[in-house]
């Protein structure tokens, strides 16, 4: 005869297992939480705010179609104010809150603060637009990644395209010194310059600062130079990339002006009218002439969630950076950091939007995922072709060893 405490026992065993059950449950159905330590003011909300409505949009595209792994996902944003002060504490806030995937800025200046919060607890930490090789393994950890292809990347394939292309022979080059990310990009167009035209190939080098209002010293020594270079490549930002690009058209120098991504679309060519023999490597067109039909698809998309068109290409990183954790946390079965990094670094030209992406232990960045060059005429950007580039950096170029 069972006794009745035996009884007790065996329904305190059995309440203990369904109440941990149901606790398991409830936790899976949880939503997945997002957090962005992102700039909302300052010059960067220029950079970090339209591939962060793209973000939310595929977001919004998960959570209509069922969730991730039945999941809804939550997301919270904090104002970093384009100051790396406030990235820091934006990003142990969010940590604190218990996100399952950090977002930082598209800078390694202002977004690594925020990224070495999250790779400290572990957490899947992601930039929407860094382009320097340092927001990864080597400059913040294991955990850290970036949506974007390396600025060498971007210096590489215009460097590439306009000596195959356009048949340009020699360079000088304008280097804005204010942040890591130009000095990237200027590193990678020198390589592959001097790669597909010898050391002397380039006439001239030159540096200048992103507030520097005028670089009227710069011009005067360019226009010195004998013989004349074939072209200038500017690697800046805006507004100091603008403000120097029609500081040079200003001064009467029509050479081919060459730039990094940093410089895309429409929003400041009013501060250069009439620019013309201007090119660079872009993600996208916004204008209804890229070459791939998704594209232009994601732009209607984008019209219709926000009533108008992305004021920058950039957008399209948020979109696959959201795509790319989300496959990882599909296939890894849930959100554990571990298993999603386990799946990210095994990407081999895994499609997304964006392109193919690849990732692996040593490396959180893009290096030969294929650009989108774009020229300037009457007024707009428009789209010429689809360009890969065949010149690839090696961890010494993309770190700048010795550079």
């Not at 500017?234 to 991504?261: E, K, M, W």
């Not at 571990?338 to 799946?343: A, M, T």
Request: glycine residues 8%.
């Amino acid at each position: 005869m069972i006794s009745f405490r035996s009884t007790l026992r065996a329904a305190a065993i059995f309440g203990t297992a369904l109440f941990s059950l149901n606790f398991a449950a409830e936790a899976e159905e949880k939503p997945i939480q997002i957090g962005f330590a992102i700039a909302e003011s300052g010059w960067l909300h220029n950079y970090d705010g339209p591939p962060f409505k793209a973000a939310v949009m595929q977001i919004e595209e998960i959570n209509k179609a069922g969730g991730l792994n039945g999941r809804k996902i939550e997301y919270k944003v904090i104002d970093t104010k384009t100051e790396r002060e406030r990235s820091a504490t934006a990003g142990a806030e969010l940590v604190e809150a218990g996100v399952d995937l950090l977002v930082v800025s598209c800078d390694y200046d202002f977004g690594a603060p925020a990224a070495l919060a999250g790779n400290q607890a572990k957490i899947i930490t992601i930039s929407l637009c860094a382009a320097d090789p340092k927001m990864g393994v080597q400059g913040v950890g294991p955990y850290a990644f970036t949506a974007n292809s390396a600025a060498q990347s971007e210096g590489i394939a215009i460097a590439e395209w306009a000596q195959k292309k356009l048949g340009l022979k020699t360079a000088y080059v304008l280097e804005d010194l204010t942040i890591e990310y130009n000095k990237s990009s200027c590193a990678g167009f020198r390589a592959a310059w001097i790669n597909g035209g010898g050391e002397a190939s380039i006439l001239g080098d030159d540096t200048f600062k992103n507030d520097d209002p005028s670089i009227a010293a710069q011009i005067t020594r360019l226009k010195s130079l004998n013989p004349q270079p074939d072209a200038v490549f500017v690697c800046s930002f805006t507004p100091g990339g603008a403000s120097a690009v029609r500081q040079i058209r200003a001064a009467g120098v029509d050479l081919p002006i060459l730039a990094n991504t940093a410089m895309v679309d429409n929003y400041w060519l009013n501060s250069a009218p009439g620019l013309k023999n201007f090119y660079l490597a872009a993600f996208m067109s916004l204008y209804g002439d890229d070459p791939r039909p998704e594209m232009n698809k994601f732009v209607e998309a984008h019209k219709a969630r926000w009533g108008e068109a992305p004021v920058s290409s950039y957008s399209v990183l948020g979109y696959s950076l959201i795509e790319q954790w989300a496959h990882a946390v599909k296939q890894a079965g849930g959100t554990d950091s571990d298993k999603v990094l386990e799946v990210m670094n095994s990407y081999k030209d895994q499609p997304f939007l964006v392109g193919p992406t690849s990732y692996t232990p040593e490396l959180h960045i893009q290096t030969a995922r294929p650009w989108l060059i774009m020229k300037v005429e009457n007024e707009s950007f428009h789209a010429v072709e689809i360009y890969r580039n065949s010149f690839t950096p090696s961890m010494e170029l993309l770190f700048r060893v010795g550079n």
